[in-house]
């Protein structure tokens, strides 16, 4: 089965504190993904990566930055958290090949900036 | 960005009845997937269809990708307690982006149907 993890379920910061949401599957997938999941919003894409090292912004990557340092590791990092980035966070990742597009998620981390 | 319009967005059923929802859009798409997400958990992969015209099978979910390959379809039949929660249609359009594959790893989401079973 694959399987992705997220560091933390439930997360609390600060206005202006810097933040690290840290995501790893154990399948080698090339793809790795960010979005963040709101009300009304659905889910919306962050960041990706489709190889170490590398990185395109998603539709949203304003207040964001990652870091794909190792296949498996897909860093989300907020410079300087905001209260508007208050969201549920999902990270996915998938093969690169014929089935590309089957993502698998994470089981998110919610996060509050007070 | 593209637009996936999902219907209906909530629905309340009896244990036992079956349920359809679709997704559409304006634009072609090359692949239809449709999850599943528990309340506070990520989604989970249900059914993906590469095909225009295929119908797919997953236990007791059925899954179309429409002929003009601008909608698709699930349906859950003989529902039941456990099949509560949120349903997601995602789409994958053509290539785009610097990268020359990179851009057809990008998924566009439905905003989902709210599923309650009333035992």
């Known amino acids: 089965d694959v399987k992705v993890t997220q560091s933390s379920r439930y997360l609390v910061k600060r206005t202006g504190e810097k933040v690290f949401l840290e995501c790893v599957q154990d399948m080698d997938h090339e793809n790795m993904f960010w979005y963040r999941q709101d009300p009304g919003l659905g889910l919306r894409l962050i960041y990706f990566?489709?190889?170490?090292?590398?990185?395109e912004k998603g539709d949203i990557p304003e207040g964001y930055s990652v870091s794909r340092e190792k296949k498996e590791r897909f860093s989300l990092i907020l410079e300087s958290a905001s209260t508007n980035q208050t969201s549920m966070y999902l990270c996915?990742?998938?093969?690169?090949?014929?089935?590309?597009?089957?993502?698998?998620f994470g089981p998110g981390t919610r996060l509050t900036v007070l | 960005g593209q637009q996936l319009n999902q219907s209906p967005q909530s629905m309340f059923i009896q244990e036992g009845e079956d349920v359809s929802m679709n997704c559409t859009s304006s634009?072609?798409?090359?692949?239809w997937l449709w999850y599943k997400q528990d309340p506070g958990e990520g989604p989970v992969l249900l059914i993906a269809?590469?095909?225009?015209?295929e119908l797919t099978s997953n236990g007791r979910l059925t899954a179309q990708f429409g002929i003009t390959r601008k909608d698709s379809f699930l349906n859950i039949s003989a529902s039941i307690p456990s099949d509560v929660g949120i349903y997601f249609c995602a789409g994958q359009q053509r290539s785009r982006g610097i990268y020359s594959g990179a851009g057809s790893y990008q998924l566009t989401f439905g905003k989902g149907t709210k599923l309650s079973v009333i035992p």
């Open positions: 269809l590469y095909k225009a015209g």
């Open positions: 634009s072609i798409f090359n692949t």
């Open positions: 990566s489709y190889d170490v090292k590398m990185k």
């Open positions: 996915a990742s998938s093969w690169r090949g014929a089935r590309n597009n089957e993502q698998f």
